[in-house]
């Protein structure tokens, strides 16, 4: 039984009595038991309650670094889409507000052996590539969203 926690059911046995040992529940505390000479004369009630308040202050401590560890993280999201409208408007500006936008997206398929190889026998890629203005792509969904508008008006007037 190395390195369990114990309880000891009796604290003081005298000559010939049995010790009866159980293990401890997962929220035991550990307590050190010292002779009787080098023993406090502190009760046990009030030992008790200076482990409750600590254990206490260490909860409050635990609650309040969780509440400026989620201030931080709203920190870094609001720097990092700040930074992120920073490069929008720079990229805007830069092209005289009618950017040219490419979208490349590239698919690799590996082949191996078994799961375990690191070197695959084959190697296929496609290459998917598509380009438009951003005045298009505005013209475009101005038009979309007034046929959306415009067909349930229509699907309303068709109804009655």
Same mark, same amino acid.
């Given at each position: 039984?190395?390195?369990?926690?114990?309880?000891?059911?009796?604290?003081?046995?005298?000559?010939? +009595? !049995? =010790?009866?040992? &159980?293990? $401890?529940?997962?929220? @035991?505390?550990?307590? %050190?038991?010292? /002779? #009787?000479?080098?023993?406090?004369?502190?009760?046990? +009630? !009030? =030992?008790?309650? &200076?482990? $409750?308040?600590?254990? @206490?202050?260490?909860? %409050?401590?635990? /609650? #309040?670094?969780?509440?400026?560890?989620?201030?931080?993280?709203?920190?870094?999201?609001?720097? $990092?889409?700040?930074?992120?409208?920073?490069?929008?408007?720079?990229?805007?500006?830069?092209?005289?507000?009618?950017?040219?936008?490419?979208?490349?997206?590239?698919?690799?398929?590996?082949?191996?052996?078994?799961?375990?190889?690191?070197?695959?026998?084959?190697?296929?890629?496609?290459?998917?590539?598509?380009?438009?203005?951003?005045?298009?792509?505005?013209?475009?969904?101005?038009?979309?969203?007034?046929?959306?508008?415009?067909?349930?008006?229509?699907?309303?007037?068709?109804?009655?």
């Amino acid at each position: 039984m190395e390195n369990e926690n114990m309880i000891i059911e009796e604290a003081v046995v005298a000559e010939g +009595e !049995e =010790i009866i040992i &159980e293990e $401890a529940p997962a929220d @035991a505390i550990d307590v %050190v038991v010292e /002779e #009787e000479a080098d023993a406090s004369t502190e009760p046990v +009630e !009030e =030992i008790v309650g &200076e482990i $409750a308040d600590e254990e @206490a202050e260490e909860e %409050v401590a635990t /609650e #309040e670094s969780a509440t400026e560890r989620l201030s931080r993280k709203c920190e870094e999201v609001k720097a $990092a889409c700040c930074s992120t409208i920073d490069r929008i408007v720079y990229d805007l500006k830069e092209t005289n507000f009618n950017p040219y936008i490419k979208q490349t997206r590239i698919t690799r398929v590996e082949i191996y052996r078994n799961c375990n190889e690191e070197q695959p026998i084959d190697t296929f890629e496609t290459t998917d590539v598509k380009s438009y203005s951003a005045k298009a792509l505005l013209v475009a969904g101005v038009a979309t969203a007034l046929l959306v508008a415009a067909s349930g008006k229509l699907v309303k007037k068709f109804l009655k």
